[in-house]
């Protein structure tokens, strides 16, 4: 008998479009993930390899400077993601909500090393939280697609994404807390709230990078597919009007 806490996985095939859905605006499910995630993993490439980065990143459905969903990030000027996204714009994000860590297998691995580190495990919260049902908490996973702009080096779009980017990236108290369960930044001011994430927002020679969302796709923890694509607002309305036309409410 199948076991019910355990339900069989219902691979799709997904070397094509599954599922495609247009939109005006991001799935709810995938906004859901960008609001809540706390890094994200950026891929972009050169002539051979695909790169990927760890992020901080801030999501905004719109902009002054834009009608359609961006997503912000900075990056170190003389970095190989951004020489990447100079030669080739074209990049992919994945963004999830499933929980990291990885638990103990059922045969001890000797080698491996203790995570979280030990201090984790001394607090009654802190074993709680390792030890919840983590099924519970996972769902989806998310890879966007879009084009990424390097934003003019003083310009007010530059300044308005860098403030919004600071704003959504400075964390308050619990922060502070966790940061002290689960470890630092390494070699992080240790009088920085941000845990020094500051740095790599205001820093001077920092870039300001853009990414405009174009399509995507939605696997969940089953192995169910889902793409979708971000029309503008105009196409969308286009697409309303000949639906119209051809007798489709």
């Known amino acids: 008998m199948a076991d019910p806490s355990r339900p069989p996985l219902n691979w799709e095939s997904s070397a094509t479009i599954t599922h495609p859905q247009i939109c005006s605006s991001l799935p709810s499910e995938v906004q859901a993930c960008l609001k809540n995630?706390?890094?994200?993993?950026?891929?972009?490439?050169?002539?051979?390899?695909?790169?990927?980065?760890?992020?901080?990143?801030?999501?905004?459905?719109?902009?002054?400077?834009?009608?359609?969903?961006v997503i912000i990030m900075t990056t170190n000027p003389s970095?190989?993601?951004?020489?990447?996204?100079?030669?080739?714009?074209?990049?992919?994000?994945?963004?999830?909500?499933?929980?990291?860590?990885?638990?103990?297998?059922?045969?001890?691995?000797?080698?491996?090393?203790?995570?979280?580190?030990?201090?984790?495990?001394?607090?009654?919260?802190?074993?709680?939280?390792?030890?919840?049902?983590?099924?519970?908490?996972?769902?989806?996973?998310?890879?966007?697609?879009?084009?990424?702009?390097?934003?003019?080096?003083?310009?007010?779009?530059?300044?308005?994404?860098?403030?919004?980017?600071?704003?959504?990236?400075?964390?308050?108290?619990?922060?502070?807390?966790?940061?002290?369960?689960?470890g630092a930044t390494p070699n992080a001011p240790q009088d920085e709230g941000d845990g020094g994430t500051s740095c790599f927002i205001e820093g001077e020679e920092v870039r300001v990078v853009v990414v405009g969302v174009q399509e995507g796709r939605i696997a969940d923890w089953k192995g169910g597919v889902k793409d979708w694509t971000i029309v503008t607002p105009e196409e969308d309305e286009q697409r309303g009007r000949q639906n119209t036309i051809n007798g489709i409410s």
């Open 37 to 69: 995630a706390r890094f994200l993993h950026l891929a972009t490439c050169d002539a051979l390899y695909p790169h990927i980065s760890l992020m901080n990143y801030t999501y905004l459905p719109s902009s002054p400077f834009s009608s359609s969903p």
């Open 79 to 182: 970095s190989k993601k951004t020489l990447n996204l100079i030669n080739n714009p074209r990049v992919s994000l994945l963004v999830h909500d499933w929980v990291s860590h990885r638990p103990p297998t059922r045969i001890p691995d000797p080698t491996r090393e203790s995570s979280p580190p030990p201090q984790a495990t001394r607090s009654s919260l802190a074993s709680l939280l390792l030890n919840i049902n983590t099924s519970a908490l996972s769902s989806i996973s998310a890879t966007i697609n879009g084009t990424a702009r390097m934003l003019d080096e003083g310009s007010e779009e530059e300044k308005w994404c860098k403030e919004r980017h600071l704003e959504n990236n400075t964390f308050g108290d619990q922060a502070q807390e966790e940061r002290g369960l689960f």
